[in-house]
Structure formats: C-alpha cells, structure tokens
C-alpha cells in the first residue's frame, strides 16, 4: 500500500518497500532443514556472512560458503540473546513455536530486524523476492516505517531504491506497477520520516506498493465523467443517483485496489474508474487503483493476486461474470478472504431491454462466500456499505447483489469519516463472531449508527397472513410497495423479504413466517424459471421447520416484469385455487417437484458446501444419487476390534501385535490367502495441528472432486483426516506444483532445484527422511495453495494391506490380522511411525475400522491332499497360519489332508516366535508335518530358511516334482534369490534335473501357480 502520511490512517498501517543492503553485514539464521537453507542462502547471496543456529549439522548445499568462510554453523543448544546484538538482521526458520517467540522476543530487544517463517505477527519484515540491480543484490523487505519492532538498525541499513522494472504481478490478468512515481508531496513526506530517524548520509526514495495503472489498461468509456459527484456523497447530503453509481462509490471508499468485470461494454464500473484517474482518496485516506478487467473463464484470478498484496480489494462485476468467477471465490472463501463484489443482476429481453435477473447471481451461492442482497440505490449503498464491513470483520468474501436499471432516485450516502469508524465498529464488535452473527451484527450496527434498518428476512404484512410472498431484491421491494393495496382485498397477506441469501438462516426464515401461513409464493426473478433455487431453499426450510403444518410452497415468474406487473402477479396468485400439500404424506413430492426445476447444467465445481445442500441430498438421496460411504469409491465395510494383544515382549524394540475384527453383520467374506485392506486415518491432533499452522478452519465443509473421481461432501478436518495423505511422502510432481504457487522466489527457485538433476542428491535425502506434504507445506511458508487446490496435490489415503491370518472357517465372523508397528528415526532424530501401523497400534476393543478385502495369488493347491511348503518371514507367516488352520477344519471334516511344512524365520526365538505354541501342537498332531525354523541370531553364525532349507532337499525335491506340491514364500524380498538357490540345489541333486534345466523348472512351476511369492 501506498506510504504514509503524517496523519495516519483510519484503518490497518500502510507498508513502504524498501531495500535492506547486506553486503559486509552479518545475519542471524535459526533452524534446520531446507528452510534454513533457503535463507542462508538468501542472506549468503546477498552479500552476508551467515551463523545457523541448528540442532543439526552443516548442510551439504551450503559446503561451498562454509568452505569460503562465509557461513558457520552453531548448536542450537549455544545460543544466547547477547549473541544478537553483532547481526544485522535475523531469521528464524522452522523452529518450534516456543523458540520462534523466544528468538523474536530477544530481536525486538536488541532492535535487530527479524523475520520468523510463517509468522507475520512475530516479523519485522516479510521476505520479498530479490533483485540484482546496478547497486548489487538486495534484500526487498516491507515496513510501515513507524511499527516500534521497526529498529533505528533496520533504517540505517536502507538504501537507494528498488529498481524501476519492479512489476510484481497479480494473478494471471493485470500487473500493476509497483515503482510508478508517488505524487511529489507524499513521496517527500515519506522519505522525510525515514530521513528523521537520525541516520546520517542516508539516500532514500519511497516506493508504492499499489499505485494507479497505466492509463492503457482501461478503455475510451473509462474516460467518461462519472454521472454522479463524489463530493455530494462523500458530504452525507441527498444526492441524485443509480444502482451503479452508489456501488462504485461503496467500493472506491473501502477498497484500495477495485477491478471492474463487465460482461458487455457499458457503463458499470465507470464512475470508480473515473475517481481512480482523479487520484481521489478512499475513506482511509489512501489512493485506489480501479481497472477495468476482461472478463472470460478463470476471471477473477487478480483477486486472489491483489488480496494475497495485503490490500483492501473490491469488485464491481455484472452478475454475468460471477459463473466464471466462481471457482476463484470459493478457493478465497475456503482460505477465508475478505473480499467484496457487487454483482449487478440484469439480463437483456429481446427487446434489448435490461431487466433484473438473478439467475448468474446464483453461481455464488455455492462458493461458501457470503451473498446479501439489494433492490432500491439507497439500499444499494447501505448493504453495499455493511458488506464491506462484514469482509473486513469476519475475513470472508461477500458478494452483493444489486438489481439492475437505471432508477434514479434521492441517495443519503455515509461520508468517508463515518464509513472508516463504521467499518472499523464492526471489525471490533464481531471479533470472534460466526460469519452469521456477523451479519446480524453489522446489520444492527448500522441500524444504530445510521437509523436505517436492515436484517437477513424482512417481514412485511398481517401478523395472521395465511398467504406468504416470498422474494429478494428488486420484486422484494415490489412486493412491499403492492402490499398496502392488497391488504385491502386480502387481509391475511404478507410480504417476506430475503436480504441474505448466504448464510442461510432456515430457521430465522420459518420463525419470521407467521405461524397461520398455509400458502407460500415465492416471486421467482431470473430468465430460465428453473435457476430460481430460493425457491427450493424456502420450500426444504418450510418442510423441515413446520414439518405437522400443511403448507403449500409454490411459485410466481416475474422476470422481466415492472413494479405494477408485479403487483398483479401477487393478486393473480392471491385468486388461485390451492391444493393443500400435507408434509406428512406429500412433503416429499412436492420438494422433488422443486428440485426438478432446478438447474441440471450446473457447473461441478469444487466449493465450500452449502449446509442447506448437504441436507437437501441427505434428505433426498435417490434424487441427487446422494451415498453415505465412509470410504466413497471403495468396497469396504465397517467392523470393530474384538481382540488385540501384543505379541513381543515390551522390552522388545520391535512391536508385533495380533489383532482380531469382528465382521458379524457386514457383507465382508474372504477367502484363504485374501488381504485385508486397512484404511488408516491420520492422527487427529497432528491433522488439528497443521490446520492451525497453515490457517485452515478444520470445521468447514466443503465439496470436492478429484480428477475423474466421484464429488465428495466432508469437512476439512474429515478430508485431512480420513481423505488425503498429508503425512505421505510427495512425489516431485508435487514439489514443482507447489512451486507455482510460491510468492517467495527463492522458495519457488528452491522447489523446483529439488527436482532437477542438481537437487537430487538433497531430495533423496527427503525421501529418506519421509519430508511429508504436510512438512513441505510448513515449510515453504510462502506457497499456500487454497484447500481446494489441496484435495487435487494430495494423493488420497490409500489401503494398507495385510495378508489375512486366520481362516474364516475356524473363525466363523472374524478376521485377523499379524501386524508390526512400523517405527523409525530420520536423520534429524525424529521418530517416525507408519502412517496405517500407527493407527491399528493405538486401537482399542471395540473401535471401528473401515476395511477392504482383496484378493490374493496365496492360493491353496486344489486338492487337500497336495503338500504345501511354506516359508515365512517375521509376520510374512501370517496367511501360512490361515492355511494351517483351514486345514485343520478341513481334517477334522473328515478329509485327507497332504503334508505341510513350515520355514519361519525371525532374529530371536525368545521374541518372535510368532505364534509358537499355535505351531508346535498342531506340529506334535501331525498336521504340520514338518515344523523348521532359523532364528538367525540366537547364535554365533546367522541361519536363515534358505539354511533350513538345503538341509532338506530330499522333502523339497520329492514334494514338489513327485507329489505335485506347491511352494510359497511371503516376506520381505531379500531372501528371494537365496531361496530359489536352495531350490535349484534340491532338484538338481535330489530330483534329477540336469542344472541347466533348474531354472525352467522353476519358471514352470510359476506357470503353474505352483511356486508363490509374495514379497514386499
């Protein structure tokens, strides 16, 4: 934002962006991992000698400065406040919370600058890209210049100005220029303050943040004079004018960056634009910079740009634009931005005529921003004025829809003293606030502060209306005006206006509807009669509200209407025959009527959910193929744990337990050899604790679909928790996703190294340390992709197999699992868990779990009477237990069971005997014929199961080329090539297989499916 004056502003302080010179000066870097090298590095390029406070040691990529002298690493352990007073700047990486607030604390005190990751309240500055100019690199930071964490050192250390190409730019559409010449009197009055801080020599030049465009950008209709004069309306007398130029108004004076979005040239938009050329100051004292915006699919995307710039930001758009601006509104409503567009509702006749129509309008119900609604241009100003209020207090977008024409009539408008205090009233008073208490809030704050009164439903009639109309905007206040005359015929009459379309306060509606109303008409007000979805919303508020009234909600088309044709809508419908719908017996139908009016084409985009929709498809799944699923896509089902235990001793450092489901009344069968599919979910304080880091309201619901996939309703927490991977290792694809979305450049540059042929080295070394999503999130604190944006980077959780351990025979409605905890430190220290053997780990009797079943090549030989070898590895004998065991049924049923022999290997018998006692009586019962094990450390030379198994190469040779057998192996793959040797060996020296025939044996018997592995 543009710098300031010597009077300050009414509202939040305005930056100036400086150039901090690091050459010859020593920095200050706290943390470890790639954001303390991404700014060591900053700092190192920059000209600065670098200490790195790290609990780790000094990272490979920074070997050539260390080398040179120019960087030392320093234990974390060592530091001390003193140690700041000999940098000039400091910045603090991925510390914890406790030591980020600690480090900023002793900063401000020793008057060094400093810039924490992710922390804008704890930072000085916020690192900008950085430029080489002809006075060398710079370090871009921001300051307001009057902040007392802004030290004398900081000041003193700023020089010359940042180069005069500097063009950030915003979104995809526009770039403004950031080093456009300041008028002469506010330049000099800024430079004077840095000037006066008592530096000495210090050459300095102010530069704005934010100042008018090119005259280029606009068009020859943006050179109109405006109809209306701003010194009228800023003066608080009745003033002549329309919709449009009072919506102009609301944002020039509460923005500092206003795009206008007409969908056909015209004159929306043009008296902001007009102010803008003027240099006429908003009511916060600061210049605006209007520019008028194409309007096409992806518009919308200079929003998100300018807002991420810190400014105040408006639109003024032609309801026509809103379709295509959707997508961009809901990733800023799910992010929480404040945001105000005032969507002109019109569409042109056949005639060429422009009449009010709310059919485009109704794209933002679905974005999760706030809509409010507006007919007259005194109601146009005044909601316009309250959603900027509403943006600013509660952080969201509002879109405001204002009826179209060009009704010219007297305006009281709030002067720019009055709209920054009412603005910065409410800000104050809905701290904390939901977002529709919010409005409630400002509604009644502006009734107090200005005498005009406003709420989300305005009820208008008899207190016993049996009949009820039921619109918004512009036949809202038709309706009102026809409702004396009415009253006269019809007593029981009554008019409800909808000012707020979102949130919707169902209840609010149905209490504000006289309890006597039998009959509901909802004024419909777009083109295409079936756009019209107040109507559904009425109707579906009416059935869950007063679910024992009979009451009937119907509808009236009044596009394109006038105010008397209106009023003879209303009587026509007050002259209609009614057929009662009961709510008991015909709700329903009359709801499903109301929803096959609505739009079939509407676009399947990615939103914040609407509550009221999530409960129209709960209650009428069949007409929205609604389905409940707990894992949607997948087969699954849901069971509980009916038993689990570990199986190694506590002392042990290896955690293997058994666990057992209970499937009674489930769908789920399976087969011998089959694999359970376990969806884990992520721990819920960690999943809690990355939205409070990354800013993300883990309660709010949203819709998403991923490429391809089926649209899924649940709430942020929900997807994190149960959706998407966040604790799973990134691919590189993501890495260079992620860089696109980087404001930081050095963080972008540093992203997108990672995944070159020169980073690989260090990505490797991510892989191996298990860099989550989650991690590089944090991480890179300048890249903040909306959570929409999140749900389509983020791979899904994915089932985590495991060979089913018991045979659903012996286990009739139960399946069991074998599983080890997967436990690891990374090179940093850190423990690591498993993300799906964590989950099972910390489950308790009677938790519910949502599984799979997937089939398995683990097949038993067709016959009971084939011999079957098995070998298994720590919890790879899992599936040989489930054999076993149908084999023990199937014996006991009478049959002749072949002969069955075991090779399990672990490390210690005294440990992972994995069920021992289990194996060694069905050992001393004959079934398993022969039991050998190799415990590789219980003594001085290691013995595996290949060991095992050249010792038995006259059973290995007989059972599988003599007696038809089948071999097979589960475990980890290590083994493999051992384990085919002590095959080979047996055939060729027991079975009479030349050597050079061994292998195609081997092969054949794979063919055959005779010869199983299963390894991982």
Partial sequence: MAASDSKGYAGPTPSLIVGLRL???KAAVFGEGASAVTRAVFALDAGATVVLYTAGSMPVTLSKWAEAGRITVVAAGKYVAADLAEFSVAFVANADAATAAAVAQDAHSAGVPVNVAGSATLSDFALLPTYRGAAGLQVAVTTNGVAP????RLLKEIVGRLPAALEPQLGEVVRLSAAAAEAERERQAAVSKLEASGAEGLSVEATAANTPAPESVGSAADHDEPLVDLSALRSGSATEADVQSVAAYAAHALSDLCFVYAAREQTLGAAALAWSRRAEKNAFGGWVSALRMQTRAGAGHALWGALASGARVAAIASAESLP??????AELAALRQPLVIHAVAESLDAAGEAHADYADALAALQTGAVVLASATPQEAHDVGVVAHAVAAAAAVPVVHVASA?????????????????FVAAVAAECSGLAVADAVDAAFARFRSDFGRTYARFEYSGSANAETVFVALGK???AAVLALPSLLRDAAATGVLSVRALRPWAAEDLVARIPATARRIVVLGCARDATADALRADVALAVLVGRPAAAVRVGGADVFGASSTGIAAAMREALGLAAVEVEAEGQAEETIEKTLEDAPKDAPELNTVADPLDIVRRLAFPEAFGTQLSARPGERTFNVRVSSKYRMTPDSYDRNIFHIEFDTRGTDLHYEIGDALGVFGCNDAESVDAFCTAYGLDADAVVTAARDGEQRHTRSVRGWLTNGLDLFGRPSKGFYTALADFAVDAAEAEKLRWLTTADGAIEFRDRVADTVT???LLLEFASARPSFLRLVDLIAPIKPRHYSIASSAKMHPGSVHLCVVAVEWRDSRGHARTGQCTRFLNTLRVGDAVVVSVKPSVMKLPPLDSQPVIMAGLGTGMAPFRAFIEERAVRKMQGADVGSMTLY???????????YGEEFEAYHADGLLTNLRLAFSRDQKEK?????????????????????????????????????KDAMVNAFTTMGGVKPGDANKVIEELKESERYILEVY
């Fill in 23 to 25: 050459g010859g000066k």
């Fill in 149 to 152: 964490r802004v030290a004398q």
């Fill in 324 to 329: 295509l601006m959707a997508p961009v509104l």
């Fill in 405 to 421: 024409g060009d009704r010219v009539e007297s305006v009281r408008a709030i002067g720019h003293a009055q709209l920054a205090q």
């Fill in 475 to 477: 036949p809202a206040a």
């Fill in 773 to 775: 999503y989650a991690d």
């Fill in 904 to 914: 399990f290997g672990s490390r210690h018998r005294a440990m992972e005997y994995l």
């Fill in 943 to 979: 013995i595996y199961i290949q060991h095992r198994m050249r010792q038995d190469t006259e059973i290995l040779a007989s059972q599988m080329l003599v007696e038809d057998g089948s071999f097979y192996l589960c475990g980890p793959t290590w083994p493999t090539g051992d384990v």
